[in-house]
Each structure stands twice: as structure tokens, then as C-alpha cells.
Nanobody, 121 residues
Framework: QVQLVESGGGLVQTGGSLRLSCAAS????????MGWYRQVPGKQRELVAD???????NYLDSVKGRFTVSRDNVKNTVYLQMNSLKPEDTAVYYC???????????????WGQGTQVTVSS
């Protein structure tokens, strides 16, 4: 089994900052891409940022320059530093990891439970 546990969401004023964390645990051999997605009611979940195992990053255009994704491969943890937050960043944020398990061998995407981020105007 693999579990992803997120933390760090909350309520912040416009212009404020939050840092999300997502720790993966369980029978993990290796983790490829890790990423953060967000979803608001009535809309599809969208990719916010992701990072490969060697540190290559990718961002949603609207968060470039404000958000930074990083990871600690020893701790199997991905982070999302969110600065200059705007009301339109309000959403439930989910982390995802592309996990390889060794015994038995498998590869698949695992999701966290989601954490609410609310930015007040």
C-alpha cells in the first residue's frame, strides 16, 4: 500500500503565502513525477505544478513566478510554496505521485486526500 498525506492548507489573505507538503509512505521502490493539482466545485481538476525525479519543473501559466514546487527524494516528499496568493487560487489542492512498487512490481498514480486553500480578498 502507498499513502500520500498532505498538510499546510488554510485560510490566508490576498498577497499572503502558504506552503503545502505531501509525504508518500508505504512499500515504495521509486517515485517518478510528483505534482500538485487543484480543483474548485464544478470545474475539472487542473495541474498546478509538477516535478520530475531529477528536478525538472513545470507550472500552470497563472502561477508562474508565484509558486515553487520542490521535492525531497530521501523523504519522498513534495512541497508547494505559494506566494502572492490571489482569491482565484482558492481550491482544494491534491498531490499526486507516480510510484513504482517492487514486490509485487507495479507502477501507478497515487493521490492525496486534498487540502483546502482559501484566499480571502
Amino acid at each position: 500500500q502507498v499513502q500520500l498525506v498532505e498538510s499546510g492548507g488554510g485560510l490566508v489573505q490576498t498577497g499572503g503565502s502558504l506552503r503545502l507538503s505531501c509525504a508518500a509512505s508505504g512499500s515504495i521502490f521509486n517515485i517518478n513525477d510528483m505534482g500538485w493539482y487543484r480543483q474548485v466545485p464544478g470545474k475539472q481538476r487542473e495541474l498546478v505544478a509538477d516535478i520530475t525525479s531529477d528536478g525538472t519543473t513545470n507550472y500552470l501559466d497563472s502561477v508562474k513566478g508565484r509558486f515553487t514546487v520542490s521535492r525531497d527524494n530521501v523523504k519522498n516528499t513534495v512541497y508547494l510554496q505559494m506566494n502572492s496568493l490571489k482569491p482565484e487560487d482558492t481550491a482544494v489542492y491534491y498531490c499526486k505521485a507516480d510510484v513504482i512498487r517492487l514486490i509485487p512490481w507495479s507502477r501507478g498514480d497515487y493521490w492525496g486526500q486534498g487540502t483546502q486553500v482559501t484566499v480571502s480578498s
